[in-house]
């Protein structure tokens, strides 16, 4: 079982002169709960080497079991610090794709051509994909096979419209993930703020936000079994 996970290489939020990056909970509890059952995990970005960390990610308040054990993991350390350059991996490669969250994926994965034509390759191999958080929306140009939105007439969850208002970057951000997945056709719906809320529509998963990064992963690993 070989899966790939997807990270951003932005780090810029905006116009604000603040940095962004991937959230760590969202990496660090997929990481565990696909290693700890027994997978090979390869880390991808956008420009290879090591993404950028949201700092805001790794504030105290901000910290799991997983995240901490991840800060103290050399080989998870090692792995982060020398991701692929993502267009040098082939969906064919891997039995599955997760795609953690953070602001930057907004910016750079959603309008990259390689992420985009990696997970359509994912879909019409019909492989598990899975995207927590803000992830859901690198989905926004991404099609099915039947060339409509990926999203479309299907279950989707992912960071609300309100969550995005509580951390004060409704105005920041290049768009947000609710308005997309449903303006794609999507079936989208949400569970409380910042509980766990994951949905599973054929091999596609979401989860709605960073306590949501577990059960998605769990979630992509039911489809691998």
Same mark, same amino acid.
């Given at each position: 079982?070989?899966?790939? !996970?997807? =990270?951003?290489?932005?780090?810029?939020?905006? +116009?604000?002169?603040?940095?962004?990056?991937?959230?760590?909970?969202?990496? &660090?509890?997929?990481?565990?709960?696909?290693?700890?059952?027994?997978?090979?995990?390869? =880390?991808? #970005? /956008?420009?290879? @080497?090591?993404?950028? =960390? +949201?700092?805001?990610?790794?504030?105290?308040?901000?910290?799991?079991? +997983?995240?901490?054990?991840?800060? $103290?993991?050399?080989?998870?350390?090692?792995?982060?610090?020398?991701?692929?350059?993502?267009?040098?991996?082939?969906?064919?490669?891997?039995?599955?794709?997760?795609?953690?969250?953070?602001?930057?994926? !907004?910016?750079?994965?959603?309008? +990259? &051509?390689?992420?985009?034509? =990696?997970?359509?390759?994912?879909?019409?191999?019909?492989?598990?994909? @899975?995207?927590?958080?803000?992830?859901?929306?690198? !989905?926004? #140009?991404?099609?099915?096979?039947?060339?409509?939105?990926?999203?479309?007439?299907?279950?989707?969850?992912?960071?609300?419209?309100?969550?995005?208002?509580? %951390?004060?970057?409704?105005?920041?951000?290049?768009? !947000? %993930?609710?308005? %997309?997945?449903?303006?794609?056709?999507?079936?989208?719906?949400?569970?409380?703020?910042?509980?766990?809320?994951?949905?599973?529509?054929?091999?596609?998963?979401?989860?709605?936000? /960073? @306590?949501? #990064?577990?059960?998605? $992963?769990?979630?992509?690993?039911?489809?691998?079994?």
């Amino acid at each position: 079982m070989k899966i790939l !996970l997807v =990270l951003t290489s932005h780090d810029q939020l905006g +116009d604000t002169g603040k940095k962004t990056g991937f959230w760590l909970e969202e990496l &660090a509890a997929p990481y565990y709960a696909l290693k700890d059952a027994g997978a090979e995990i390869v =880390l991808a #970005s /956008p420009k290879g @080497g090591q993404p950028p =960390l +949201d700092p805001k990610s790794d504030d105290p308040d901000a910290q799991t079991d +997983d995240t901490r054990r991840f800060k $103290a993991d050399a080989e998870a350390q090692a792995a982060l610090a020398s991701t692929l350059v993502l267009s040098s991996v082939k969906a064919e490669d891997f039995d599955a794709v997760f795609y953690p969250g953070g602001h930057g994926p !907004l910016w750079d994965l959603a309008n +990259d &051509a390689d992420s985009i034509a =990696l997970i359509e390759a994912f879909a019409k191999a019909d492989k598990p994909t @899975g995207f927590v958080c803000h992830a859901p929306g690198v !989905l926004k #140009s991404v099609n099915g096979p039947d060339g409509k939105p990926l999203v479309n007439g299907r279950k989707v969850t992912g960071f609300t419209n309100s969550e995005e208002e509580a %951390v004060g970057l409704t105005d920041v951000v290049p768009f !947000l %993930v609710e308005n %997309v997945l449903t303006a794609n056709g999507g079936d989208y719906s949400k569970g409380a703020d910042w509980g766990s809320y994951v949905l599973t529509d054929g091999k596609l998963v979401t989860g709605q936000n /960073p @306590g949501s #990064s577990h059960a998605a $992963a769990e979630a992509l690993l039911k489809l691998l079994r």
